[in-house]
Protein backbone atom coordinates (compact mmCIF):
# COMPACT_ATOMS: atom_id res chain seq x y z
CA UNK A 1 0.00 0.00 0.00
CA UNK A 2 1.14 3.75 -0.71
CA UNK A 3 1.96 5.85 2.44
CA UNK A 4 2.86 9.21 1.63
CA UNK A 5 5.07 11.55 4.18
CA UNK A 6 4.37 15.00 3.80
CA UNK A 7 6.80 16.33 6.39
CA UNK A 8 10.14 15.12 7.35
CA UNK A 9 10.52 11.94 9.82
CA UNK A 10 13.13 10.15 10.79
CA UNK A 11 14.80 7.79 8.59
CA UNK A 12 14.00 4.77 11.22
CA UNK A 13 10.25 5.74 10.48
CA UNK A 14 10.44 5.28 6.85
CA UNK A 15 12.40 2.05 7.25
CA UNK A 16 9.62 0.50 9.65
CA UNK A 17 7.31 1.50 6.64
CA UNK A 18 9.39 0.18 3.87
CA UNK A 19 10.41 -3.24 6.04
CA UNK A 20 6.29 -3.95 6.23
CA UNK A 21 6.13 -4.01 2.66
CA UNK A 22 4.49 -0.78 1.52
CA UNK A 23 5.31 1.87 -0.80
CA UNK A 24 6.60 5.07 0.84
CA UNK A 25 6.50 8.22 -1.20
CA UNK A 26 7.79 11.73 0.46
CA UNK A 27 6.55 14.82 -0.27
CA UNK A 28 7.68 17.37 1.76
CA UNK A 29 6.50 20.61 0.01
CA UNK A 30 3.54 19.40 -1.39
CA UNK A 31 0.75 21.61 -0.91
CA UNK A 32 -2.35 23.20 -2.80
CA UNK A 33 -3.51 21.12 -6.06
CA UNK A 34 -0.12 19.19 -5.81
CA UNK A 35 -1.10 17.78 -2.09
CA UNK A 36 -4.77 16.37 -3.37
CA UNK A 37 -3.13 14.87 -6.03
CA UNK A 38 -0.49 13.02 -4.53
CA UNK A 39 -2.75 12.04 -1.50
CA UNK A 40 -5.48 10.41 -4.10
CA UNK A 41 -4.60 7.54 -3.96
CA UNK A 42 -2.80 7.14 -0.38
CA UNK A 43 -3.97 4.57 1.74
CA UNK A 44 -1.70 5.98 5.07
CA UNK A 45 -0.67 9.88 5.49
CA UNK A 46 2.20 11.00 7.80
CA UNK A 47 2.85 14.60 9.12
CA UNK A 48 3.74 16.46 11.33
CA UNK A 49 2.28 19.97 11.94
CA UNK A 50 3.37 21.63 8.48
CA UNK A 51 0.77 20.14 6.70
CA UNK A 52 -2.69 21.18 7.05
CA UNK A 53 -5.18 17.86 6.48
CA UNK A 54 -8.27 19.82 6.12
CA UNK A 55 -11.64 18.67 4.73
CA UNK A 56 -10.71 19.26 1.34
CA UNK A 57 -7.37 16.88 1.69
CA UNK A 58 -9.58 14.05 3.18
CA UNK A 59 -12.32 14.18 0.44
CA UNK A 60 -9.62 13.62 -1.81
CA UNK A 61 -7.86 11.16 -0.38
CA UNK A 62 -10.24 8.21 -1.17
CA UNK A 63 -8.11 5.33 -0.64
CA UNK A 64 -6.87 6.56 3.03
CA UNK A 65 -7.03 4.61 5.98
CA UNK A 66 -5.43 6.85 8.55
CA UNK A 67 -3.53 10.01 8.98
CA UNK A 68 -0.59 9.04 11.30
CA UNK A 69 0.95 12.46 13.43
CA UNK A 70 4.57 12.32 14.21
CA UNK A 71 3.99 14.34 17.41
CA UNK A 72 1.45 15.03 19.92
CA UNK A 73 -0.86 17.83 18.59
CA UNK A 74 -3.58 17.30 16.15
CA UNK A 75 -4.43 20.89 15.58
CA UNK A 76 -3.76 20.46 11.64
CA UNK A 77 -6.09 17.78 11.43
CA UNK A 78 -9.54 17.78 10.65
CA UNK A 79 -10.23 15.20 13.12
CA UNK A 80 -14.25 15.77 12.50
CA UNK A 81 -13.70 15.08 8.94
CA UNK A 82 -11.54 12.57 9.26
CA UNK A 83 -14.03 10.52 11.19
CA UNK A 84 -16.73 11.51 8.75
CA UNK A 85 -15.02 10.35 5.96
CA UNK A 86 -13.85 6.80 8.27
CA UNK A 87 -10.13 7.51 8.32
CA UNK A 88 -8.53 7.19 11.55
CA UNK A 89 -6.19 9.53 13.42
CA UNK A 90 -3.59 8.33 15.30
CA UNK A 91 -0.84 10.27 17.03
CA UNK A 92 2.51 9.65 19.20
CA UNK A 93 2.11 11.45 22.77
CA UNK A 94 4.88 8.70 24.78
CA UNK A 95 7.62 9.43 22.10
CA UNK A 96 8.86 13.02 23.46
CA UNK A 97 7.66 12.96 26.96
CA UNK A 98 11.32 11.99 28.29
CA UNK A 99 12.88 14.53 25.56
CA UNK A 100 10.25 17.44 26.87
CA UNK A 101 10.76 16.66 30.70
CA UNK A 102 14.65 16.85 30.26
CA UNK A 103 14.35 20.19 28.38
CA UNK A 104 12.29 21.60 31.69
CA UNK A 105 14.85 20.41 33.71
CA UNK A 106 17.71 21.86 31.48
CA UNK A 107 15.52 25.14 31.92
CA UNK A 108 14.52 25.06 35.42
CA UNK A 109 19.02 24.91 35.97
CA UNK A 110 19.59 27.66 33.21
CA UNK A 111 16.98 30.07 35.33
CA UNK A 112 18.34 29.41 38.50
CA UNK A 113 22.09 29.50 37.71
CA UNK A 114 21.41 32.26 35.08
CA UNK A 115 23.31 29.87 32.90
CA UNK A 116 22.71 31.51 29.20
CA UNK A 117 23.25 35.43 30.51
CA UNK A 118 26.42 34.70 32.23
CA UNK A 119 27.19 32.40 29.02
CA UNK A 120 27.02 36.15 26.98
CA UNK A 121 28.70 38.53 29.02
CA UNK A 122 31.45 35.67 29.15
CA UNK A 123 31.66 34.99 24.89
CA UNK A 124 31.32 39.58 24.85
CA UNK A 125 34.62 39.18 27.34
CA UNK A 126 32.82 40.08 30.52
CA UNK A 127 33.77 38.05 33.31
CA UNK A 128 30.78 38.72 35.68
CA UNK A 129 31.31 36.33 38.27
CA UNK A 130 29.86 38.73 40.89
CA UNK A 131 26.75 39.92 38.68
CA UNK A 132 25.34 35.89 39.52
CA UNK A 133 24.43 34.76 42.58
CA UNK A 134 22.25 31.59 41.91
CA UNK A 135 19.57 29.39 43.84
CA UNK A 136 20.02 26.04 44.57
CA UNK A 137 17.35 23.50 43.47
CA UNK A 138 17.52 20.83 46.68
CA UNK A 139 15.62 22.02 49.68
CA UNK A 140 13.62 24.22 47.45
CA UNK A 141 9.43 23.91 46.77
CA UNK A 142 8.86 22.84 43.16
CA UNK A 143 4.86 23.77 42.20
CA UNK A 144 3.57 21.50 39.25
CA UNK A 145 1.01 22.18 37.20
CA UNK A 146 -0.63 19.10 35.63
CA UNK A 147 0.51 15.84 36.48
CA UNK A 148 0.32 14.04 33.23
CA UNK A 149 3.07 11.89 31.89
CA UNK A 150 5.43 14.98 31.56
CA UNK A 151 4.62 16.11 34.89
CA UNK A 152 4.95 13.13 36.34
CA UNK A 153 8.85 12.94 34.50
CA UNK A 154 9.67 16.16 35.84
CA UNK A 155 8.19 15.14 39.41
CA UNK A 156 11.09 12.03 39.51
CA UNK A 157 13.95 13.49 38.27
CA UNK A 158 13.31 17.10 41.18
CA UNK A 159 12.21 15.10 43.55
CA UNK A 160 15.65 13.17 43.35
CA UNK A 161 17.33 16.10 43.10
CA UNK A 162 15.55 16.74 46.69
CA UNK A 163 13.35 19.46 45.96
CA UNK A 164 9.77 19.11 47.63
CA UNK A 165 7.07 18.60 45.20
CA UNK A 166 3.51 20.17 45.40
CA UNK A 167 1.08 19.87 42.20
CA UNK A 168 -2.25 21.03 41.02
CA UNK A 169 -3.98 18.29 38.84
CA UNK A 170 -7.95 17.84 40.16
CA UNK A 171 -7.77 14.59 37.88
CA UNK A 172 -5.39 12.81 39.73
CA UNK A 173 -5.62 10.57 42.65
CA UNK A 174 -3.52 11.30 45.77
CA UNK A 175 -2.40 7.83 45.84
CA UNK A 176 -0.46 8.24 42.44
CA UNK A 177 1.05 11.85 43.75
CA UNK A 178 1.97 9.89 46.53
CA UNK A 179 4.24 7.60 44.41
CA UNK A 180 5.66 10.02 42.76
CA UNK A 181 6.36 12.28 46.44
CA UNK A 182 3.85 15.37 45.43
CA UNK A 183 1.41 16.51 47.41
CA UNK A 184 -1.49 17.66 46.25
CA UNK A 185 -2.85 21.39 46.66
CA UNK A 186 -5.14 23.94 45.12
CA UNK A 187 -4.62 25.93 42.30
CA UNK A 188 -3.02 28.74 44.26
CA UNK A 189 -1.52 27.21 47.16
CA UNK A 190 0.65 25.73 44.46
CA UNK A 191 1.73 28.95 43.19
CA UNK A 192 2.30 30.42 46.38
CA UNK A 193 3.97 27.81 48.19
CA UNK A 194 6.20 27.01 44.94
CA UNK A 195 9.96 28.70 44.41
CA UNK A 196 9.94 26.95 40.76
CA UNK A 197 6.43 26.54 38.84
CA UNK A 198 6.79 24.19 36.04
CA UNK A 199 3.58 24.09 33.48
CA UNK A 200 2.28 20.88 31.93
CA UNK A 201 -1.37 21.20 31.37
CA UNK A 202 -2.77 21.05 27.67
CA UNK A 203 -4.24 24.58 26.16
CA UNK A 204 -7.92 24.27 26.23
CA UNK A 205 -10.33 27.64 26.79
CA UNK A 206 -10.49 26.57 30.47
CA UNK A 207 -6.52 26.31 30.64
CA UNK A 208 -5.81 29.64 28.10
CA UNK A 209 -4.35 32.85 29.86
CA UNK A 210 -4.84 31.00 33.26
CA UNK A 211 -1.70 32.52 34.96
CA UNK A 212 -1.99 36.17 34.48
CA UNK A 213 -0.79 39.12 36.91
CA UNK A 214 -2.96 37.60 40.01
CA UNK A 215 -1.28 34.66 39.76
CA UNK A 216 2.44 35.34 39.15
CA UNK A 217 2.32 37.99 42.30
CA UNK A 218 1.23 34.48 44.30
CA UNK A 219 4.68 33.22 42.61
CA UNK A 220 6.77 36.12 44.51
CA UNK A 221 10.60 35.71 43.74
CA UNK A 222 9.96 32.51 42.11
CA UNK A 223 10.73 30.99 38.94
CA UNK A 224 8.36 30.12 36.54
CA UNK A 225 9.17 27.42 33.03
CA UNK A 226 7.24 26.46 30.62
CA UNK A 227 8.05 23.24 27.95
CA UNK A 228 4.31 22.53 27.30
CA UNK A 229 1.82 24.55 25.39
CA UNK A 230 2.04 28.21 24.89
CA UNK A 231 -0.44 30.48 25.67
CA UNK A 232 -1.45 29.31 29.48
CA UNK A 233 0.53 32.27 30.60
CA UNK A 234 -0.31 35.25 29.66
CA UNK A 235 3.23 36.96 28.43
CA UNK A 236 2.97 40.54 28.68
CA UNK A 237 1.97 40.09 32.37
CA UNK A 238 5.18 37.56 32.87
CA UNK A 239 7.34 40.62 31.00
CA UNK A 240 5.99 43.12 33.87
CA UNK A 241 6.31 40.77 36.02
CA UNK A 242 10.23 39.96 35.40
CA UNK A 243 10.76 43.28 35.05
CA UNK A 244 9.84 44.96 38.35
CA UNK A 245 11.02 42.39 40.23
CA UNK A 246 8.44 40.27 40.99
CA UNK A 247 9.45 37.23 39.72
CA UNK A 248 13.57 36.07 39.92
CA UNK A 249 13.02 34.69 36.59
CA UNK A 250 11.42 32.63 33.63
CA UNK A 251 12.60 30.26 31.29
CA UNK A 252 9.73 29.57 28.17
CA UNK A 253 10.21 27.00 25.10
CA UNK A 254 6.69 27.66 23.89
CA UNK A 255 4.92 30.75 23.11
CA UNK A 256 1.19 31.87 22.41
CA UNK A 257 2.39 32.51 18.79
CA UNK A 258 5.21 31.01 17.26
CA UNK A 259 7.34 31.74 15.52
CA UNK A 260 8.04 34.47 18.61
CA UNK A 261 7.71 37.85 17.59
CA UNK A 262 10.78 40.10 17.70
CA UNK A 263 8.22 43.00 19.26
CA UNK A 264 7.76 40.26 22.20
CA UNK A 265 8.53 41.82 25.45
CA UNK A 266 9.58 38.40 26.71
CA UNK A 267 13.07 39.29 24.52
CA UNK A 268 13.41 42.73 26.58
CA UNK A 269 14.48 41.15 30.01
CA UNK A 270 17.57 38.89 30.39
CA UNK A 271 16.09 36.92 33.67
CA UNK A 272 13.48 35.64 30.95
CA UNK A 273 15.38 32.65 28.64
CA UNK A 274 13.70 31.45 25.56
CA UNK A 275 14.11 28.87 23.54
CA UNK A 276 12.86 28.25 19.91
CA UNK A 277 10.10 25.06 20.90
CA UNK A 278 13.33 22.42 21.58
CA UNK A 279 11.36 20.45 24.34
CA UNK A 280 11.18 17.90 21.73
CA UNK A 281 13.97 18.27 19.86
CA UNK A 282 16.29 15.27 20.76
CA UNK A 283 17.44 12.78 17.98
CA UNK A 284 15.98 9.64 20.16
CA UNK A 285 12.80 11.95 20.59
CA UNK A 286 12.65 12.00 17.10
CA UNK A 287 13.16 8.46 16.46
CA UNK A 288 10.97 7.05 18.93
CA UNK A 289 7.88 9.73 17.14
CA UNK A 290 8.88 8.54 13.91
CA UNK A 291 8.57 4.82 14.51
CA UNK A 292 5.70 4.68 16.82
CA UNK A 293 3.61 6.85 14.15
CA UNK A 294 4.92 4.16 10.87
CA UNK A 295 4.09 1.17 13.53
CA UNK A 296 0.20 2.39 14.03
CA UNK A 297 0.06 3.22 10.11
CA UNK A 298 1.35 -0.71 10.05
CA UNK A 299 -1.27 -1.87 12.19
CA UNK A 300 -4.46 0.48 10.68
CA UNK A 301 -3.12 -0.82 6.82
CA UNK A 302 -3.13 -4.88 8.30
CA UNK A 303 -6.74 -4.16 9.91
CA UNK A 304 -5.59 -4.39 13.47
CA UNK A 305 -6.14 -2.31 16.63
CA UNK A 306 -4.49 1.11 16.66
CA UNK A 307 -3.26 1.62 20.09
CA UNK A 308 -3.23 6.02 19.93
CA UNK A 309 -6.35 6.36 17.89
CA UNK A 310 -7.88 9.55 18.67
CA UNK A 311 -11.25 9.20 16.88
CA UNK A 312 -11.87 4.90 16.17
CA UNK A 313 -14.17 3.17 18.01
CA UNK A 314 -13.20 -0.04 18.93
CA UNK A 315 -16.43 -2.51 18.81
CA UNK A 316 -18.19 -4.92 16.95
CA UNK A 317 -19.72 -3.27 13.78
CA UNK A 318 -22.66 -5.79 13.77
CA UNK A 319 -23.66 -4.50 17.86
CA UNK A 320 -22.78 -0.49 16.76
CA UNK A 321 -26.04 0.19 16.02
CA UNK A 322 -28.03 -0.92 19.70
CA UNK A 323 -25.47 0.35 21.24
CA UNK A 324 -24.63 3.71 19.78
CA UNK A 325 -27.35 5.51 20.92
CA UNK A 326 -25.97 5.34 24.75
CA UNK A 327 -22.64 6.55 23.30
CA UNK A 328 -23.25 10.47 23.76
CA UNK A 329 -25.62 9.69 26.74
CA UNK A 330 -22.48 8.07 28.76
CA UNK A 331 -20.40 10.97 27.89
CA UNK A 332 -23.11 13.26 29.28
CA UNK A 333 -23.36 11.09 32.13
CA UNK A 334 -19.84 11.79 32.65
CA UNK A 335 -19.51 15.22 31.39
CA UNK A 336 -22.50 16.15 34.08
CA UNK A 337 -21.33 14.36 36.92
CA UNK A 338 -17.78 15.79 36.70
CA UNK A 339 -18.81 19.11 36.95
CA UNK A 340 -21.09 18.52 39.71
CA UNK A 341 -18.26 17.05 42.08
CA UNK A 342 -16.14 19.43 44.01
CA UNK A 343 -12.34 18.30 44.46
CA UNK A 344 -10.46 16.04 42.44
CA UNK A 345 -11.65 12.39 40.95
CA UNK A 346 -10.33 9.49 42.40
CA UNK A 347 -12.77 7.09 41.48
CA UNK A 348 -15.43 6.41 38.72
CA UNK A 349 -18.05 3.85 38.20
CA UNK A 350 -20.43 3.18 35.33
CA UNK A 351 -23.41 0.86 36.06
CA UNK A 352 -25.99 -0.18 33.23
CA UNK A 353 -29.62 -2.29 34.35
CA UNK A 354 -31.74 -3.76 31.76
CA UNK A 355 -31.61 -4.51 28.21
CA UNK A 356 -28.30 -2.41 27.58
CA UNK A 357 -26.27 -4.98 29.90
CA UNK A 358 -26.49 -7.74 27.52
CA UNK A 359 -24.58 -6.02 25.40
CA UNK A 360 -20.47 -5.14 24.64
CA UNK A 361 -20.37 -1.46 26.31
CA UNK A 362 -16.53 -1.22 26.25
CA UNK A 363 -17.21 1.91 23.97
CA UNK A 364 -19.85 3.43 26.00
CA UNK A 365 -18.14 3.34 29.57
CA UNK A 366 -14.99 5.10 27.42
CA UNK A 367 -17.33 7.46 26.54
CA UNK A 368 -18.28 8.03 30.04
CA UNK A 369 -14.64 8.18 30.74
CA UNK A 370 -14.38 10.70 27.69
CA UNK A 371 -17.03 13.40 29.87
CA UNK A 372 -15.22 12.93 32.77
CA UNK A 373 -12.01 14.18 31.61
CA UNK A 374 -12.59 16.08 28.51
CA UNK A 375 -12.37 19.42 30.91
CA UNK A 376 -8.60 18.54 31.63
CA UNK A 377 -7.37 16.38 28.42
CA UNK A 378 -6.36 17.78 25.11
CA UNK A 379 -8.15 15.57 22.30
CA UNK A 380 -9.87 13.34 24.73
CA UNK A 381 -11.56 11.12 23.50
CA UNK A 382 -13.65 7.26 23.84
CA UNK A 383 -10.48 5.37 22.54
CA UNK A 384 -7.90 7.48 24.60
CA UNK A 385 -10.32 7.78 27.64
CA UNK A 386 -9.13 4.63 29.39
CA UNK A 387 -5.53 5.43 29.44
CA UNK A 388 -5.76 8.50 30.92
CA UNK A 389 -7.50 7.45 33.51
CA UNK A 390 -4.88 5.05 34.37
CA UNK A 391 -2.35 7.72 33.84
CA UNK A 392 -3.80 9.77 36.09
CA UNK A 393 -4.64 6.94 39.15
CA UNK A 394 -8.42 6.84 38.68
CA UNK A 395 -10.03 3.81 39.34
CA UNK A 396 -12.68 2.58 36.53
CA UNK A 397 -15.53 0.08 37.51
CA UNK A 398 -17.88 -1.08 35.35
CA UNK A 399 -20.88 -3.74 36.52
CA UNK A 400 -23.98 -4.42 34.86
CA UNK A 401 -27.58 -6.01 36.06
CA UNK A 402 -30.43 -7.15 34.00
CA UNK A 403 -32.40 -6.10 36.36
CA UNK A 404 -33.68 -2.26 36.23
CA UNK A 405 -36.36 -0.12 37.83
CA UNK A 406 -38.88 1.92 35.99
CA UNK A 407 -36.82 2.04 32.56
CA UNK A 408 -35.52 -0.97 29.85
CA UNK A 409 -31.92 0.44 29.96
CA UNK A 410 -30.70 2.77 32.48
CA UNK A 411 -26.82 3.91 32.83
CA UNK A 412 -25.45 5.57 35.98
CA UNK A 413 -22.30 7.24 36.11
CA UNK A 414 -20.60 7.52 39.31
CA UNK A 415 -17.61 10.15 39.95
CA UNK A 416 -16.40 10.49 43.51
CA UNK A 417 -13.26 10.65 46.22
CA UNK A 418 -12.71 10.63 49.89
CA UNK A 419 -15.05 13.26 50.61
CA UNK A 420 -18.16 13.26 48.14
CA UNK A 421 -19.87 11.71 45.42
CA UNK A 422 -21.89 12.44 42.64
CA UNK A 423 -24.24 10.14 40.50
CA UNK A 424 -25.90 11.13 37.47
CA UNK A 425 -28.32 8.65 35.69
CA UNK A 426 -29.40 8.64 31.92
CA UNK A 427 -31.41 7.20 29.70
CA UNK A 428 -32.82 6.60 26.40
CA UNK A 429 -37.18 7.78 25.76
CA UNK A 430 -38.56 6.10 22.54
CA UNK A 431 -35.86 4.11 21.95
CA UNK A 432 -33.19 7.25 20.48
CA UNK A 433 -34.03 10.85 22.92
CA UNK A 434 -31.78 10.66 25.27
CA UNK A 435 -32.89 11.90 29.04
CA UNK A 436 -30.98 12.52 32.04
CA UNK A 437 -33.76 10.91 34.92
CA UNK A 438 -31.59 10.90 37.98
CA UNK A 439 -29.13 13.03 39.87
CA UNK A 440 -27.69 11.89 42.87
CA UNK A 441 -31.10 10.24 43.47
CA UNK A 442 -33.68 12.91 42.80
CA UNK A 443 -35.64 12.12 40.15
CA UNK A 444 -35.50 14.58 36.73
CA UNK A 445 -36.44 14.98 33.32
CA UNK A 446 -33.83 16.69 31.86
CA UNK A 447 -32.80 17.52 27.90
CA UNK A 448 -28.96 16.36 27.94
CA UNK A 449 -28.38 19.46 25.06
CA UNK A 450 -26.59 22.78 25.14
CA UNK A 451 -26.15 24.06 28.75
CA UNK A 452 -27.68 23.41 32.12
CA UNK A 453 -27.93 25.26 34.93
CA UNK A 454 -28.86 22.73 38.47
CA UNK A 455 -29.16 24.09 41.64
CA UNK A 456 -29.61 23.06 45.00
CA UNK A 457 -32.06 24.56 47.43
CA UNK A 458 -34.35 24.59 50.28
CA UNK A 459 -38.00 23.59 49.26
CA UNK A 460 -39.22 26.94 50.25
CA UNK A 461 -42.03 29.18 48.39
CA UNK A 462 -40.29 31.92 45.87
CA UNK A 463 -36.79 30.27 45.96
CA UNK A 464 -37.88 29.24 41.89
CA UNK A 465 -38.93 32.63 41.43
CA UNK A 466 -36.15 34.21 42.83
CA UNK A 467 -33.57 31.77 40.45
CA UNK A 468 -35.73 32.61 37.62
CA UNK A 469 -36.01 36.56 38.25
CA UNK A 470 -32.17 36.75 38.46
CA UNK A 471 -31.66 34.69 35.15
CA UNK A 472 -34.15 37.18 33.85
CA UNK A 473 -32.34 40.26 35.24
CA UNK A 474 -29.16 38.80 33.58
CA UNK A 475 -30.72 38.08 30.03
CA UNK A 476 -30.28 34.35 30.43
CA UNK A 477 -33.24 33.09 28.67
CA UNK A 478 -34.90 29.59 30.29
CA UNK A 479 -35.60 26.75 28.11
CA UNK A 480 -37.04 24.12 30.07
CA UNK A 481 -36.95 22.78 33.92
CA UNK A 482 -37.73 20.21 36.03
CA UNK A 483 -37.60 20.14 40.06
CA UNK A 484 -37.31 17.92 42.31
CA UNK A 485 -37.12 17.47 46.28
CA UNK A 486 -36.19 14.98 49.19
CA UNK A 487 -39.49 16.09 51.37
CA UNK A 488 -41.80 19.01 51.70
CA UNK A 489 -39.92 21.70 53.40
CA UNK A 490 -36.34 19.52 52.52
CA UNK A 491 -33.62 20.24 49.82
CA UNK A 492 -34.23 20.30 46.48
CA UNK A 493 -32.61 19.91 43.28
CA UNK A 494 -34.06 21.73 40.10
CA UNK A 495 -32.71 21.50 36.43
CA UNK A 496 -32.68 24.55 34.04
CA UNK A 497 -31.94 24.15 30.16
CA UNK A 498 -30.86 27.54 29.58
CA UNK A 499 -29.54 29.42 25.72
CA UNK A 500 -26.58 31.17 27.10
CA UNK A 501 -23.65 30.56 29.55
CA UNK A 502 -25.04 32.05 33.36
CA UNK A 503 -22.73 35.18 34.14
CA UNK A 504 -20.81 34.77 37.75
CA UNK A 505 -22.49 37.56 38.72
CA UNK A 506 -25.83 36.13 38.57
CA UNK A 507 -24.38 32.95 39.96
CA UNK A 508 -22.95 34.67 43.18
CA UNK A 509 -26.48 36.74 43.35
CA UNK A 510 -28.29 33.82 43.75
CA UNK A 511 -25.31 31.78 46.49
CA UNK A 512 -25.98 35.26 48.28
CA UNK A 513 -29.48 33.55 49.05
CA UNK A 514 -29.14 31.97 52.28
CA UNK A 515 -32.02 29.64 50.36
CA UNK A 516 -29.64 28.50 47.52
CA UNK A 517 -26.82 25.95 48.59
CA UNK A 518 -25.33 25.77 45.39
CA UNK A 519 -25.40 26.89 41.48
CA UNK A 520 -23.68 25.17 38.58
CA UNK A 521 -23.45 25.65 34.99
CA UNK A 522 -22.66 23.17 32.90
CA UNK A 523 -21.90 22.71 29.08
CA UNK A 524 -23.10 19.75 27.12
CA UNK A 525 -22.84 18.34 23.29
CA UNK A 526 -24.79 21.02 21.21
CA UNK A 527 -23.82 23.87 22.73
CA UNK A 528 -23.01 26.79 19.51
Known amino acids: MKVLVTDPIA ?63 VDNIDIDAATDEGVIVANAPEGNVRAAAEHTVAMTFA ?70 GAELVDFEPCLERADFLTIHTPLTPETEGMIGEDELDLLEDGYIVNVGRGGIIQEDALAAKVEDGTLAGAALDVFAEEPLSEDSPLLEHDDVIVTPHLGASTEAAQENVATSTAEQVNAALAGEPVANALNAPSIDESAFPRVEPYIDLAETAGKVA ?55 GVDVTESKTRQAEDFQSLISVTVSNDDDEVSVDGTLFAGDDPRIVRIDGYRVDAIPHGRMVITRNTDEPGVIGLIGSVMGDHDVNIAGMFNARETIGGEALTVYNVDSEVPDAAKAELEDDERVIGVSDITLNGQN
Open 11 to 73: DAGLDVLRDAGHEVETGYELEGDDLLEAVSDAHGLIVRSGTEVTDEVLAAAEELVIVGRAGIG
Open 338 to 392: AQLLEGRIEDVEVVYEGEIADEDVEFVTASALKGVFEPLEWQVNAVNAPQIAEDR
Open 111 to 180: AARSIPQAHIRLKDGDWAKSDYLGAELNGKTLGIIGLGRVGQEVAKKLDSLGMDLVAFDPYISEERADRL
